[in-house]
């Protein structure tokens, strides 16, 4: 190419002999750096387009709530709505709890203790983020052979702490970022 | 579009556009003259119903939109403002509702058309994958669109649909909240999927001119399968086809009529009449029919991210097909081996819909349980759906390619016109007496 553009349409800043075939010359330079150009912009102009589909700041800045845990009755759960999904608090049963320690070294898909899921002390508090992790429906209280959950859409069991035992889902049900502010009340998120 | 245009301008006006934009001959060469197989069936006409429904579609989508109102706190009641109070919005809503289940019966038939007369097989293959092209696209469109009147299976649905993307390894979950534009489904999602509802069908559209584009270069198939060899092969478009297309039609329209008049709701599910509630999932989640096989298929795997992959592999294999089928016989009506293996993929498909609809441990044959197998009960339609899933993918992936290499397929006529103008006796027996009992 270098060739036949100088020839067709000579150079007279050229200096030196005629270029070597496949050395490149100045008019392949802004040919390159033009596209290079034209490329990082249609980039960099892709990013935001792609961007705003990613949570906005409103939606990211609705992040916690404040939860009294006096509203639970032993033996049940309060839904309670957070970052749009359920957000589950069960107060368990002694007997519940026992079950779950029971099981902790059972063959588990996704192995945990049951300590691991819940604040030191607050044995009987469960707070899980209520989102089957299958596909995302929303697992009904006490149902499956665990006592814990069981999701209505594909079949999905967890245990009394919330841990996957049976059907499609890969992992247990989440617990969220949260803390305990008082004895009664936890902040979520 | 294809060969040399018979159009003649016949009036001045005529003459100085066709020199300067020529889309009267471009309409003439297309759907008045184009020579088209004079022995095309019936099985022939749902590319014009399709047609005649993606219009209808995007008629009675354009009006809807004006009354509709994409917010989660509105758009529940504004689609019941739209059934209730907007003049008519009963019978557009109706309209547009059965009439993507309308399409939807109508794009099956012809796919399966295709299967049977071998329609995708060289030269057609970019025809073909331009209309698995439009299949994709008109899946998307269901979806979102049935997002919108936001109940209980609207939510739920795009719930479950947007999660199977995050069953992909390390960016799943970033790119479901990016769908999302949250951490659940929510507002910003039921905006999106309006717009994308909207943006659509107008890339379809786009698509169908490629299409046709790349259904008139070699013309169309015909049910023997065999190459137009003659003009003595074809008949003009107008009026032959546009006649029977009319006919077929109008039969269509009866069928889709007394859904949208009589039984408006027979294919939606009841609880999409219930608000979107995110903290409670219906006991029974369903899609619509027409996606119900790939609903099976997705959970007949107990592992999320492998039943993902294989439902789309389903779709995906459909991409592929032209390039599985090694047989040089376009049509099965002289393929009597791989014909019985083709009625049972029909039959394997409307189970996979039947698996779709019902709960993975329902029992198959009511009364009959205690079969333990692997993980759940032999009599349940999660093993129904595991042995028809394993067969639709067999069909393609097996038994289209062998078939093609080990069948003795039956003598194919010369030509079209050769079973049907030479005296019986003298054509090959096969190629007579396969058509006349086809039709």
């Known amino acids: 190419m270098a060739d036949t553009v100088a020839g067709a349409n000579p150079d007279p800043h050229l200096t030196g002999p005629s270029p070597v075939e496949g050395d490149p010359n100045r008019r392949d330079f802004i040919h390159i750096a033009a596209g290079v150009a034209a490329a990082g912009l249609a980039g960099g102009l ?30 049940q759960q ?46 009987q508090y469960l707070i899980l983020i209520g989102v089957c992790t299958h596909l995302g429906c929303v697992p009904t209280f006490g149902g499956g052979d665990y006592g814990g959950w069981l999701c209505p859409c594909h079949g999905s069991v967890y245990d009394t702490s919330g841990r996957i035992r049976r059907g499609p889902a890969p ?19 | 579009m294809s060969g040399h245009s018979t159009y003649e301008p016949k009036t001045g006006f005529e003459r100085w556009l066709d ?18 197989p004079k022995n095309l069936n019936y099985w022939w006409t749902f590319g014009g119903v399709l047609a005649l429904m993606l219009g209808m579609q995007i008629v009675t989508g354009i009006i809807l939109a004006m009354h509709y109102v994409p917010h989660v706190d509105y758009a529940f009641n504004s689609v019941q403002r739209i059934m209730r109070d907007v003049n008519y919005g009963w019978l557009i809503r109706n309209l547009h509702a059965n009439g993507a289940s309308m399409f939807f019966l109508a794009v099956y038939i012809h796919i399966f058309r295709n299967l049977y007369y071998g329609s995708y097989k060289a030269p057609r293959e970019v025809l073909w994958l331009l209309g698995c092209i439009i299949y994709l696209l ?52 039921l905006n999106r999927f309006f717009s994308l509802h909207y943006l659509l069908p107008f890339v379809i559209a786009g698509v169908v001119a490629l299409h046709i584009w790349a259904l008139h270069v070699p013309g169309n198939n015909n049910p ?19 006649v029977k297309d009319g006919f077929a039609i109008s039969v269509f329209l009866i069928i889709y009529a007394a859904f949208v008049f009589y039984m408006p709701d027979a294919l939606g599910d009841v609880a999409n009449y219930v608000p979107a509630n995110p903290l409670q999932t219906p006991q029974h989640i369903v899609p619509e029919w ?48 791989i014909r019985l293996y083709y009625f049972i993929f029909i039959l394997d498909c409307l189970v996979l819909g039947v698996c779709g609809a019902h709960a993975p441990d329902d029992l198959v044959i009511p009364g009959v349980s205690g079969l333990q197998f692997l993980d759940a009960d032999l009599n349940s339609y999660v093993w129904l759906s595991r042995i028809a899933a394993l067969y639709y993918f067999a069909y393609f992936w097996v038994i289209t390619p062998l078939m093609g290499l080990t069948e003795t397929p039956l003598p194919v006529p010369d030509s079209i016109s050769a079973p049907v103008l030479s005296h019986p006796a003298s054509a090959p027996a096969g190629a007579v007496a396969s058509p006349e009992k086809r039709g």
């Open chain 2, 138 to 189: 008109m899946m998307g469109t269901a979806f979102f669109g049935y997002v919108l009147p936001w109940g209980q299976m609207s939510f739920h649905g795009a719930v479950v649909i947007t999660n199977l993307i995050g069953a992909l390894p390390i960016v799943g979950p970033s790119i479901t909240t990016w769908l999302w534009g949250g951490f659940a489904v929510d507002d910003p999602t």
């Open chain 1, 46 to 75: 892709a990013w935001p387009f792609i961007d705003q589909m990613n949570p906005a700041g409103d939606t990211l800045a609705m992040a916690s709530i404040e939860f009294d845990l006096s509203k639970v009755v032993e033996g």
């Open chain 2, 19 to 36: 020199t300067r934009l020529p889309i009267i001959r471009f309409a003439n060469d297309t759907i008045i003259t184009f020579p088209t």
């Open chain 2, 224 to 242: 023997t399968g065999v190459n137009v060899t003659s003009k003595t092969d074809t008949v003009p478009f107008h009026p032959y086809y546009t």
């Open chain 1, 171 to 189: 992992l247990n049900l989440a617990v969220p970022d949260y803390t305990f502010l008082s004895d009664s009340k936890i902040k979520v998120g």
């Open chain 2, 290 to 337: 027409y996606l119900l096989p790939f609903y099976a298929i997705l959970r007949a795997i107990p592992n999320k991210l492998a039943g993902v992959i294989l439902m789309f592999g389903a779709i995906a294999t459909l991409f592929v097909l032209p390039w599985l089928d090694t047989s040089k016989v376009r049509s099965m009506r002289y393929r009597p081996t």
């Open chain 1, 78 to 123: 309060v839904v309670v709505k957070w970052r749009g999904k359920p957000l589950f608090v069960r107060y368990r049963t002694p007997k519940e709890i026992e079950e779950a320690i029971k099981d902790d070294h059972a063959d588990l898909r996704d192995p945990q203790t049951d300590e691991s899921r819940h604040k030191p002390g607050k044995a």
